[in-house]
């Protein structure tokens, strides 16, 4: 069973993250609050480690200060070398956990492989998303439905979805206890593709 204290625990330097990037984007708090519709007060307690974030609030800071939720919490990743996740660990709550469910990083630290388990999330299909690299959703438990260049498909326990680079794509799940894996090449890293050979005739 998870606690706060376990997302503490995996990310006990996120509000520094937060905080140096903001410095670094030369943005006060003020602006930051702008740009995320989040309150002064709130950043200002995330940045000295006094309250957590949902994910929504995080991908909020994120969009400000020109990066991703998962770049962030990999900066602030506790043990950044360590190749075994627990099942208690690092679950990240949505804004709200009855329609918006919980996610939880899969590896640590700044991987070549981002890899997220989402549990629920019934209402997260408001947000759009463009990676530049591949992306796949697979449903572990569930359904869900993906919309992706607005055509619509339903996904079931055991299908996947692969999503090309650069295309624009939302989707959210069926009920509040679908378990829904998305695997993809971190951003900011390159996928090598070996030179196209003709074959031999």
């Given at each position: 069973?998870?606690?706060d204290?376990d997302?503490?625990?995996r990310?006990?330097?996120?509000?520094?993250?937060v905080?140096?990037?903001?410095r670094?984007?030369?943005?006060t708090?003020?602006?930051?609050?702008?740009k995320?519709?989040?309150?002064?007060?709130?950043?200002?307690q995330?940045?000295n480690?006094?309250?957590n974030?949902?994910l929504?609030?995080?991908?909020?800071?994120?969009?400000?200060?020109?990066?991703?939720a998962?770049?962030?919490?990999a900066?602030a990743?506790?043990t950044?070398?360590?190749v075994?996740?627990?099942?208690?660990?690092?679950?990240?709550?949505?804004?709200?956990?009855?329609?918006?469910?919980?996610?939880?990083s899969?590896?640590?630290?700044s991987?070549d492989?981002?890899?997220?388990?989402?549990?629920?999330?019934?209402?997260?299909?408001e947000?759009?998303?463009?990676?530049?690299?591949?992306?796949l959703?697979?449903?572990?438990?569930?359904?869900?439905t993906?919309?992706?260049?607005g055509?619509?498909?339903?996904?079931?326990?055991?299908d996947?979805?692969?999503?090309p680079s650069?295309?624009?794509?939302?989707?959210?799940?069926h009920?509040?206890?679908?378990t829904t894996?998305?695997?993809?090449v971190?951003?900011?890293?390159?996928?090598?593709?070996?030179?196209?050979?003709?074959?031999?005739?």
């Open positions: 069973m998870r606690n204290s997302d503490r625990a990310w006990p330097g996120l509000g520094a993250v905080h140096d990037r903001r670094a984007a030369r943005l708090l003020a602006t930051l609050a702008a995320t519709e989040l309150s002064q007060s709130f950043l200002s995330l940045e480690g006094r309250t974030t949902s929504r609030s995080l991908q909020r800071i994120a969009d400000a200060l020109d990066t991703t998962t770049e962030l919490l900066a990743d506790s950044p070398g360590a075994v996740v627990r099942a208690d660990e690092g679950r990240l709550d949505q804004a709200d956990p009855n329609t918006d469910g919980s996610v939880r899969l590896v640590h630290g991987r492989l981002r890899a997220l388990e989402f549990i629920g999330g019934t209402e997260r299909g947000r759009e998303f463009t990676h530049p690299n591949d992306e959703i697979y449903v572990v438990t569930g359904t869900i993906v919309v992706a260049n055509e619509e498909v339903t996904l079931s326990t055991g996947s979805y692969y999503c650069g295309v624009r794509h939302r989707w959210w799940a009920a509040d206890d679908t894996l998305v695997l993809a971190a951003d900011g890293r390159t996928v090598r593709r070996a030179p196209h050979r003709p074959r031999r005739t």
